[in-house]
């Protein structure tokens, strides 16, 4: 069976350092400590923020084919350790086996897209003489590097949602330190001992795992030009109240829904929502919590998919046969379980699980709770999901409006003018048609509105907001043309 290392180090100024203070690991399913990595104090985040500075000039002199080429080190890496890397998601999110391989592929994908997308920093000609006034007169602009960047990464895609940050950042150019989330810190180590491998300029980057009390710098120091951070809503906001004048990127998670419309292939609906539902434990920020299913198919819809949910296979995530795993702590069962019990005792009807032991929580799902419970007003980062019914499709849109949450949303039909009708009308940052909003591909601007963040992720998109226009204008002056008489 698969071993971690007794320890790992924190990586500073490129280089993997071991300070006096170190981090426990819980393994997820069985409770147990599995490895320990370095911890970095204050000092530290100082010191790397400095060396950020340092490397800010040798980072925006790389020329496209090194910062493609490193990329493209990274990506051969993490193919050469990807059943080292799924190993140890497994490990330290709980993640069934299946899924972590998956996120190994993710990571794969968005540093490659990052290293294509790498050599296609453009800009554009610009003509002025809109006016007499800027006859004679041109620009042109170029995107820059914005600078020094922070990245606060969450604990549910320990390896895809750092690359999210780091691989736009080495393709624009940017020095860059990371807190990756306490609980599931190796990934982003594992990415930073593949990036030591490189020959980044020193200060290009840090990743280093800190207590949350003394990573203050990660958020207000002035030295760093943006933040990026994927966490709850809560933490997210008040970031961004105190990062001062640096750019905010935040993606806070969601309450997803998806709609069923009547014309909807039921098998296919049912087999897409147990996977948007219950993969990795429904810890995605896009994990299907709402289903809202026309009346017409209800009763079918609804005992085919409790059936196919009483059938998941619950346990070790090592198993290759198991698919729902332990959520990250008891501590976030056991609040997910009182959310059931609150929607139950309110008059919600429970179809299938329920039942917690540990952290192992059930695959549940849950008819017509009170849209004022928290299970169906908050985002509940865990295998429960509401079904409620629908006439008008109408009607059924401003349901998935219904939230202060705007991530993404699904709708099964097979109609194209309710689905342009959707995307015209549902407020959020993205509709996937014929799925579930669980589904995303890394080089597609992912995001949302209201509670759900500030910006958009997708590698093109991420490598926007790590770069400046800076604008050139050029004036021509004007010459006379010598008249003939003027000839010698």
């Known amino acids: 069976m698969f071993k971690l290392h007794p320890f790992y180090p924190m990586y500073l100024a490129n280089q993997p350092v071991a300070p006096n203070q170190d981090l426990e690991v819980i393994d997820k399913f069985t409770g147990e400590a599995a490895t320990r990595t370095a911890l970095a104090g204050a000092d530290h985040i100082d010191e790397a923020i400095d060396w950020a500075v340092k490397a800010t000039l040798p980072m925006a002199r790389l020329a496209s084919y090194e910062r493609r080429d490193i990329l493209s080190?990274?990506?051969?890496?993490?193919?050469?350790?990807?059943?080292?890397?799924?190993?140890?998601l497994c490990i330290e999110a709980g993640k069934p086996i299946a899924d972590s391989r998956g996120e190994v592929g993710r990571l794969i994908d968005t540093f490659r897209i990052a290293a294509e997308e790498s050599v296609r920093i453009t800009g554009e000609i610009q003509p002025l003489d809109i006016s007499p006034r800027a006859r004679g007169y041109q620009a042109q602009w170029k995107r820059v590097p914005i600078g020094p960047c922070s990245f606060i990464s969450p604990f549910n895609f320990p390896l895809n949602l750092?690359?999210?940050k780091?691989?736009?950042?080495?393709?624009?150019?940017?020095?860059?330190?990371?807190?990756p989330a306490s609980r599931t810190p190796l990934g982003a180590l594992i990415i930073g001992e593949v990036l030591a491998e490189t020959n980044l300029p020193r200060g290009a980057f840090s990743i280093l795992p800190a207590a949350r009390h003394g990573a203050d710098l990660f958020t207000t120091d002035e030295r760093l030009k943006l933040l990026s951070f994927t966490g709850s809503p809560d933490v997210g906001w008040d970031l961004k109240a105190r990062a001062g004048k640096k750019k905010v990127v935040l993606e806070l998670g969601g309450n997803a829904a998806v709609i069923i419309d009547r014309d909807a292939d039921l098998d296919d609906a049912v087999a897409r929502v147990i996977f948007g539902a219950f993969y990795q434990s429904g810890q995605s920020c896009i994990g299907v919590q709402r289903i809202i299913v026309h009346t017409d198919i209800y009763d079918s819809f609804r005992d085919k998919l409790v059936s196919r949910a009483k059938a998941l296979v619950a346990g070790d995530p090592h198993d290759e046969k198991v698919f729902i795993g332990p959520m990250i702590d008891e501590k976030e069962a056991r609040r997910l379980e009182s959310w059931i019990k609150e929607a139950v005792d309110r008059g919600a009807r429970l179809l299938c699980g329920g039942s917690r032991q540990g952290a192992m929580l059930e695959a549940t799902l849950i008819e017509d709770a009170p849209r004022d419970t928290r299970l169906y007003r908050e985002e509940a980062f865990g295998p429960v999901a509401i079904l409620s019914r629908f006439t008008d499709f109408e009607a059924a849109l401003a349901e998935v409006n219904d939230s202060k949450f705007g991530l993404q949303a699904g709708v099964f039909t097979r109609d194209l003018y309710k689905a342009l009708q959707a995307w015209d009308q549902l407020e959020v940052g993205g509709v996937v048609i014929g799925d579930v909003p669980s589904y995303r591909v890394d080089n597609m601007p992912y995001g949302g509105v209201k509670d759900s963040g500030l910006g958009r992720e997708g590698v093109r998109f991420a490598m926007e907001d790590m770069t400046e226009i800076r604008n050139l204008v050029i004036r021509t002056p004007e010459t006379r043309t010598p008249t003939s008489a003027a000839l010698p």
């Open 162 to 164: 750092a690359a999210h």
């Open 73 to 88: 080190h990274c990506v051969a890496r993490f193919q050469e350790r990807a059943e080292e890397l799924a190993h140890v």
């Open 166 to 179: 780091i691989a736009p950042a080495i393709a624009v150019g940017c020095p860059f330190v990371m807190k």
